[in-house]
Each structure stands twice: as structure tokens, then as C-alpha cells.
């Protein structure tokens, strides 16, 4: 009888364990060679630790395409290439492997207890990290434009339309991440050989103080596209007038917009090739008239990663 009894404990404890026992959502794994943990899974993304080869990590059950989330002995978490580890055999000392169950005693008989195992919390999915800051600098050609003069309302001459010559200019700027797909940032332009066609004094140039907005697409772990809106404030700086000139002009100012896309390519973890096509239209003006350009732009440049 007692006998019984103590088989029917052990049958209801291991009914009990089966109908709550909890997958394991880990894995004991091991780096098979050196390799960097990154804070995002592609390739561009910033190395906060790196592995050597028989490093035990306890990593996610399941990869992320290519990577697998890992878990850092300081707590952090982070991505590696899937291809870079391997499933090694439980550690007992290793965290993800779970400690065996007690013994406990039912009657006079010894009992393993199989108790609901109660589940492992899965770390908490880590918000995408800011993609590194870049600073770099564009040059641009300005193949195609129009340069508009338009009188003063009081003279009532005629709006003035032509072709621009072709123009180049050079861009410096600075893009602060906020997150991996959206950056702010400033990008002061010099734009060179602005005049018409159409006259032969000489050019005038062009500064546009440039905010803007980028929101950017990874498209492989090396190459995201983006697409980038620059509100502006533009002067243009007339050249002087002809000698034995009386009198004087000021230089049209105001606002510009410029709309761009392009590709950011990672040549190195902290060197990026930036190209891009765009266009931008002015609306400055002055007391002398209205002299307004625009222009259709390409240009190639480069960035480092901050």
C-alpha cells in the first residue's frame, strides 16, 4: 500500500512538471572564431564587445537571418553572425543551462520533484540603437538650372527667365542620429559660377545655410538609401559692378528648399562613400529685384563615422 501510494505522488508530480514544463528559449553556444558583438544586426553597426574563438555566450534559441542575438556577461546585449558561433554542450556553471531538479522524500521513499518550471524570462528586446553620427563633405555639379530676375513692381519691366551655367559646389555637413533611420543635422553650401547664360559679367556665388532631415533604409549591412529634405537660408553675392559704375545693388537673399536621395556605402566600419541626386529652387529676392535660381544637382562625397 505504501508503495502505491508513494508511485501515485511521483505519477501526479510528473503530470503536474509536464503540463507547465516551459520550453527553453536559449542556447549554450560558443564563438568558433574571434568576431565582434554589434549593437544592431548589420554589419555597419557600432562594436561594443568582441568574442574569441571558444568564448561561451548564451544566445537566443532561433537566429535573426544572418545574425543571433547574444547576452553579454555585463548584462548588455548584442548581435553576432550566426555563422560565427556554435552549439557547445551544457555547462552546469553556464547560465543558460538550468539546474537539476531537488530530491525530496515522500514516505519513506526518496522522490525526484518535478515542479513547474517556471520560465525563463526573456531578456527584454533591446531598442534600436543610434546609428553612429557622420561628418563629411559633398561635391556637387549643377548641370542644369535657371537663374529668374524679376524688376522691382514700381518699374514694370518683364520677368527675366534663363538658363543657368554649369555650376559646382561644395558642401560640408554634420548628421546627428536619433535612431538608425532617422538623423538632423547642418550642411552649409558654396555654390561657384552662378549667372546666366546669357550674360558675360562675371559669376556670382551662392551660400546656402542648410538645415536638415534625413530618413535613411538599410538595404544590405553595407548600403542604406535615405532621402533628405534641407530648408535654407541663401544669399547670393552679386559680383562688383563695371568700373565707371555709379550707384550700387544689393545681394538677393532668402529662403531655398533642396530635396535629395542617395546611398551611404561602408568601405570601412568608420568610412562611408555618400552619393546622391537632388534638386533645389531659391526664392531671394532684394530691393533692387528679385534674382531666383534653381538647380538639379548630383554629387559623391565621403563621411567618417562618429
Not at 68 to 92: E, I, K, S, Y
Not at 94 to 111: D, F, I, L
Not at 145 to 154: D, I, K, M, W, Y
Amino acid at each position: 500500500m505504501r508503495r502505491s501510494r508513494t508511485l501515485s505522488v511521483v505519477l501526479v508530480a510528473v503530470c503536474i512538471g509536464a503540463l507547465h514544463a516551459s520550453p527553453a528559449r536559449a542556447d549554450d553556444r560558443a564563438a568558433s572564431a574571434e568576431t565582434p558583438v554589434r549593437s544592431a544586426p548589420f554589419d555597419v553597426a557600432p562594436e561594443i564587445a568582441r568574442l574569441r574563438a571558444g568564448d561561451r555566450i548564451c544566445a537566443d534559441d532561433q537566429p535573426q537571418g544572418a545574425w543571433r542575438r547574444v547576452g553579454l556577461a555585463d548584462g548588455r546585449h548584442g548581435f553576432v553572425r550566426d555563422a560565427d558561433t556554435q552549439v557547445v554542450p551544457g555547462d552546469p556553471g553556464h547560465p543558460c543551462t538550468p539546474s537539476p531538479p531537488p530530491v525530496v522524500a515522500v514516505g519513506n521513499a526518496e522522490v525526484v520533484a518535478v515542479s513547474p518550471t517556471a520560465p525563463r524570462p526573456r531578456p527584454e528586446r533591446a531598442r534600436e540603437p543610434a546609428e553612429r553620427h557622420l561628418l563629411g563633405v559633398m561635391f556637387e555639379l549643377l548641370p542644369v538650372g535657371t537663374v529668374t530676375f524679376e524688376p522691382p513692381s514700381a518699374d514694370g519691366g518683364d520677368t527675366l527667365y534663363a538658363d543657368s551655367l554649369f555650376a559646382v559646389a561644395v558642401a560640408p555637413f554634420f548628421d546627428a542620429a536619433v535612431s538608425p533611420y532617422v538623423a538632423f543635422g547642418v550642411s552649409p553650401q558654396a555654390i561657384f559660377r552662378v549667372k546666366s547664360d546669357q550674360t558675360s559679367e562675371k559669376s556670382a556665388k551662392q551660400f546656402d545655410f542648410r538645415f536638415r532631415l534625413t530618413g535613411r533604409l538599410p538595404l544590405s549591412p553595407r548600403v542604406r538609401a535615405f532621402a533628405r529634405v534641407s530648408p535654407a537660408y541663401s544669399v547670393i553675392q552679386l559680383p562688383p559692378l563695371p568700373p565707371r559704375t555709379t550707384g550700387s545693388r544689393s545681394n538677393p537673399q532668402g529662403f531655398l528648399i533642396n530635396v535629395a536621395v542617395g546611398l551611404e556605402v561602408a568601405v570601412l566600419p568608420n568610412l562611408f562613400i555618400v552619393t546622391d541626386l537632388g534638386y533645389q529652387a531659391g526664392f531671394q529676392g532684394s530691393a533692387d529685384g528679385d534674382t531666383r535660381t534653381s538647380y538639379l544637382h548630383i554629387g559623391a562625397g565621403f563621411a567618417i563615422g562618429l
